[in-house]
């Protein structure tokens, strides 16, 4: 399992965003990804939250750990060479994987990911949202005061997302609330170092 999203992080170069602000400079390295699930794979991990006890993160935003001892959880752990070998770097020994379902209204702020994060991976499992209801990215505002600037939001749909390299300047978030009658279901990876 997971093969073609293996083959996809491999083959996919990371695209780097980068531009100078007022404070400093945003650096954004990002492979979005693409049809990276066979429908088997969305699947399987649509039934795990479905049976699996559940968490309320924040409000409208309940979430499931993938047990070590879910086959799926073994399938996605091969990842961690991947991402080795991809970013040379030394193995992960940590793969943390859940999966997130975000309710109607749901809303994350932009935010930097904590420094305990090296990588992270987040795949849309359905295609109950519309397709601006992605996570975006964002640069900061070139003056002290301005808004973020949105540059790019790979589309919520089964099978896309992206793959982003922490390094703890990466603002993103969403932009709009999921709308009434409507939701997210998503993968989410994330890797540490040793």
């Given at each position: 399992?997971?093969?073609?999203?293996?083959?996809?992080?491999?083959?996919?170069?990371?695209?780097?965003?980068?531009?100078?602000?007022?404070?400093g400079e945003d650096n954004i390295n990002?492979?979005?990804?693409?049809?990276?699930?066979?429908?088997?794979?969305?699947?399987?991990?649509?039934?795990?939250?479905?049976?699996?006890?559940?968490?309320e993160e924040y409000s409208n935003r309940n979430q499931c750990q993938i047990d070590m001892n879910n086959p799926l959880y073994k399938d996605l752990s091969k990842l961690k060479k991947v991402i080795?070998?991809?970013?040379?770097?030394?193995e992960s020994d940590h793969l943390d994987a859940?999966?997130?379902?975000?309710?109607?209204?749901?809303?994350?702020?932009?935010?930097?990911?904590?420094t305990e994060i090296d990588i992270s991976i987040q795949i849309y499992l359905d295609d109950e949202a519309p397709e601006y209801c992605g996570t975006s990215f964002f640069f900061n505002?070139?003056?002290?005061?301005?808004?973020?600037?949105?540059?790019?939001?790979p589309p919520y749909k089964l099978g896309s997302g992206y793959l982003l390299v922490n390094t703890n300047s990466e603002v993103h978030g969403m932009i709009n609330r999921v709308p009434e009658g409507c939701s997210r279901t998503s993968l989410y990876l994330n890797f540490k170092g040793k």
């Open positions: 399992m997971f093969e073609k999203l293996s083959n996809y992080i491999k083959d996919t170069p990371v695209t780097i965003l980068s531009r100078k602000y007022y404070n990002i492979i979005p990804l693409i049809d990276v699930l066979e429908q088997q794979e969305a699947d399987a991990l649509n039934q795990t939250f479905d049976m699996s006890y559940k968490t080795a070998d991809k970013f040379s770097t030394t859940r999966i997130w379902h975000d309710k109607e209204g749901f809303y994350f702020w932009p935010h930097v990911d904590n505002g070139l003056e002290r005061g301005d808004n973020f600037v949105n540059i790019l939001t």
